[in-house]
């Protein structure tokens, strides 16, 4: 599995960015897809998950209500859109995938086995 995440950028607070991680190598509906953050200095922290098939979706509770994460499977694309951003929002932003287990939406990031570059996402206050 290839993943290939795009669309970070500089936005100012309450802004809006939408991340896109293009996924490809196998029957991405047998996947679960996770976006994960990294600032500087701090551990890799989950974001949000979606099950492909299904649509089940969980997400961090700094993100809940801002975030929301979805699937474009005419593109075999995950999208993050995320609205109301924070200067603590800032971090590089990394997809993820692993095959999907009884439909369960993984929150750690050791559960993932396939990871794509990150995107940086800088928030301005």
């Known amino acids: 599995v290839q993943l290939q995440a795009s669309g970070g950028g500089l936005v100012q607070a309450g802004g809006s960015l939408r991340l896109s991680c293009a996924v490809s190598g196998r029957t991405f509906s047998d996947y679960t897809v996770g976006w994960f953050r990294q600032a500087p200095g701090k551990e890799r922290e989950f974001v949000a998950a979606?099950?492909?098939?299904?649509?089940?979706?969980n997400y961090a509770d700094s993100v809940k209500g801002r975030f929301t994460i979805s699937t474009d499977t005419s593109k075999n694309t995950v999208l993050l859109q995320m609205n109301s951003l924070k200067p603590e929002d800032t971090a590089v932003y990394y997809c993820?995938?692993?095959?999907?287990?009884?439909?369960?939406?993984?929150?750690?990031?050791?559960?993932?086995?396939?990871w794509g570059q990150g995107t940086q996402v800088t928030v301005s206050s």
């Open positions: 979606i099950v492909w098939s299904g649509g089940s979706t």
């Open positions: 993820a995938a692993r095959r999907t287990y009884y439909g369960l939406v993984w929150r750690n990031p050791n559960n993932y086995d396939y």
